[in-house]
């Protein structure tokens, strides 16, 4: 199995790289996000129980996404391999990641981090406001958001070097020449 973690902070171009991933590899796209959403679209108890939280742009707690990711995945047991958009988003959700993955011989295969500062970062989420209708990518809640990502999830990235699982790509300049960068390193994960 490919198992591949699409890592960057909100607006880093996650979602749209992964489509074009998942198109070209056959992986089934995992975005916690997304998943989140359609729970509160649905007003299950999860989408309750979380639907404030992801206004404010806070990070919903562990245990939660974990449980909600972990069913996703058994969701597919015929998968080729997962993209996972947004998720880990804390040290304590890539372990459990591990864990879950290790339980059924599989790890992940690679973390590719797409590099994009903050100025780009607020300055396409304002222009993604426009169409997304969410509430968080309003500015205050971008704010709380860019603080959790600096807060909580950069500390993910040192977990998997340690494990020599990063590979930097730089997010901003042309989505198709991007998207070629990306296609070269999981080719290459695809080869082995
Ligand atoms: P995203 O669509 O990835 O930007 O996620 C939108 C919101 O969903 C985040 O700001 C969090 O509130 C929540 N969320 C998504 N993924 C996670 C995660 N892995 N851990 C905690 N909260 C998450």
């Known amino acids: 199995m490919l ?5 960057g902070p909100p607006g880093a171009g996650k979602g749209t ?3 074009k ?6 992986l089934v796209h995992i975005s916690t996000g997304d998943i ?5 679209r649905n007003e299950t108890d999860l989408g309750q129980q979380v639907s404030q939280l992801i206004a ?4 919903v707690p562990d245990s939660i996404t974990i449980a909600m990711l972990e069913e996703e995945i058994n969701k597919h047991p015929e998968a080729r391999g997962f993209i996972f958009d947004g998720f880990p988003r804390t040290v304590a959700q890539a372990q459990a990641l591990d864990t879950f993955l290790e339980g059924i011989g599989e790890e ?3 973390v590719i981090a797409l590099d994009v500062d903050e100025a780009e970062l607020t300055e396409r989420i304002a222009k993604r406001k426009l169409v997304s209708n969410r509430a968080d990518d309003d500015s205050e809640k971008l704010k709380k958001r860019i603080q959790e990502y600096y807060g909580k999830t950069i500390h993910v990235l040192p977990y998997y070097e340690a494990q020599g699982k990063v590979e930097r790509v730089n ?11 990306l296609d070269a390193i999981v080719s290459g994960y695809a080869a082995v």
């Open 108 to 110: 992940v295969t690679g």
């Open 21 to 26: 991933l998942v198109d070209k590899h056959h």
């Open 36 to 40: 989140f959403r359609e729970h509160i």
């Open 56 to 59: 404010d742009g806070e990070l």
């Open 3 to 7: 198992n591949l973690v699409l890592f």
């Open 171 to 181: 997010g901003i300049g042309e989505i198709e020449a991007i998207a070629q960068q």
């Open 17 to 19: 790289q992964s489509q």
